[in-house]
C-alpha cells in the first residue's frame, strides 16, 4: 500500500470531489472481474471513485482495505459507500505503427510579381506530409478531404 501524508490525502480528497463513481459493487461482493475493473480504471485515471452497494458497514471496510492491499493503492476516503482510492498512473509508452507518413518539411516558394518588372516574393512555408505545393505557389491538400453524407444529405 501507498502511503500519502495528510497533506497529499486532502488534496486528492479535494480533487475527488467533483468525480463520479468509476466502479459499482454490487450485492456479488469483491469479485475478481470487479478487482480487475477497479485496477483498469486506477491505471487510466489514478484516482478513482468505488461505489458499494450495501448496508454493512464493516464489509464495505474490509473490502477496502482488501482493494487497497490487492491492487497496492492509497485509500484516500472512507464516506458512506464511497471508498475513493488514489495510485499513480502507470506510464505506457504507444509503439509507433508500421506505416510512417511524411513529416513536416520547409519549403521556399518564390512567386513572379504580378506586373513582371519587381522582385519576386520568396517566402518559406512548413509543408505537412499530404500537403504540396502547386505550380502557381499555392498549397494543397494531396487527398481531398471526405464529406460527411449526414451534412450533405441535410443540405
Partial sequence: MIKLTPVERAALRAEAHGLKP??????????????????????????????????DREARAGMYDTIC???KAAPVQHIGKLLVLY????????????KVGKGMRMVTIVKPSASGTKKPSVSKVLLKGNERVTEGGTIKRAKVRQKSTKKSSLA
Fill in 22 to 55: 468509476v466502479v459499482m459493487i454490487g450485492e456479488a461482493g469483491l469479485t475478481p472481474a470487479v478487482i480487475k475493473e477497479i485496477e483498469l480504471g486506477l491505471d487510466a485515471h489514478g484516482l478513482i471513485k468505488v461505489r458499494v452497494f450495501g448496508d
Fill in 69 to 71: 492491499e490487492e491492487l
Fill in 87 to 98: 495510485r499513480p498512473k502507470k506510464e505506457v509508452e504507444k509503439e509507433r505503427s508500421g
